[in-house]
């Protein structure tokens, strides 16, 4: 429940407000408006647009070079770039090409369950939702064992909150999900010096792996540059790892609150694919989408937006929008697929997440594993969720096996 967004949903679609992250913007909350925002080709998002937009806002941001460089990828751009870059990596995604990797995230998950059992108590996050997508990610770019750990802190730095406040900053003291800017400068130089090294060793011995797909990616004679390829990867490496962690641990403590539909789905593991369209529903691991900008003036539900203003879409608030959902504020296994359209967890229109598929098998396998060996699991103490304008997620899940 998003008692905030119910509030303004009832005085209308779209509301100009100020982000926790001190930019002001127009904050789309209703899932009808939210769609057609997400599919306007006159709201954009290059960063090239955006820049110079947030930097009127917010004087005083900057980046180093290479930083930006990472940040240039293909959900910072429009099209032509944008259809360029993803035409290249969609064929590494299809739900084909990811149904692959499916006896392999089976033996992850049979194996950090066989780490598992025997504690008396685990965190569900940091033992079993953080490493399979982490560890796919890792095989897909062919990251050694030993350098999984440290690329994992860079990544968590990089999407890691400042501690705004005095209650923040004692937090932040002891938590891995905070990181002053500076942190996360210094950690995006590291992550772009480590995948730069990373492609210069693939390129010398090329195999079927997804980076070897990327660094031969190939349209009709076109190719990824190099730091195109850098920027893709740092993008995978962060929306493919950060986001998934969220929907499996998200699910799990669904699961863990509502016996009810922890022993439904024990029983009927046939029904966990229309549960995790649920959860995604539910508690989305992306709260906001990525800011947009208009790149023209732009009527929206009949409020007219001046060129170069922020655009952000809730994708919570439009997926508990009760004019798209009968009963947005429970969990309802079905009523995502009986909505039409569908809920906006992964998005909408041309930046849609690549990712989908991988995500829904990795969760997919997540589940069905566990609820299969342990059917009796209960929580041991209070969660706590990170500290993330952007990222709905449980920094730990502390459980009880049996
Ligand atoms: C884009 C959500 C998993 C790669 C997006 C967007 C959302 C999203 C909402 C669009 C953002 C916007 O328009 O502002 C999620 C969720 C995931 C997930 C909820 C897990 C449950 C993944 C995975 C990968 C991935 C596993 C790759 C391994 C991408 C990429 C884009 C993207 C590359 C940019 C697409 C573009 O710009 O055309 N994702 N994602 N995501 N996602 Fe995911």
Redesign the pocket.
Known sequence: PHPVYDELRKQGPIHHVLLPNGLTAWLVVDYRLAREV?ADDRIKKSAAGLAPITTRLRPGDSYTSVSQDLWEH??SSDPPD?TRL?RLVTKG?TARTVELLHPRIDALADQLLDDMAGKSEVDLIADYALPI?MTV?CELFGVPEADRARFRELSTTMTSSSAENAEDQEAAANSPFYATAAERGAASVELATYLIGLVAERSKDLGEDLLSQLIMANHEGDKLSDRELIAMLF??LV??HE??VN?IGNGLFAMLRDRVLYEDLTRSPERIPAAIEEF?RYE???HL??LRYTAEPVTLAGIEIPAEELVSVS?AAADHDPSQFEHPDTIEIGQTGKSKGGHL???HG???????P??RLEAKVAFEKILARYPNMKMAGDVQWRPSTFLRGLQTLPTVLD
Do not use: D, E, S
């Not at 041309?350 to 989908?356: E, L, P, R, S």
């Open positions: 997400l293909m959900l944008h993803r995604f997508p990610i993008l995978i929306a493919g986001t998934t929907l995604l989305g691991p992306v989408a990525t994708l967890a992964f998005g041309i930046h849609y997440c690549v990712g989908a991988l995500a």
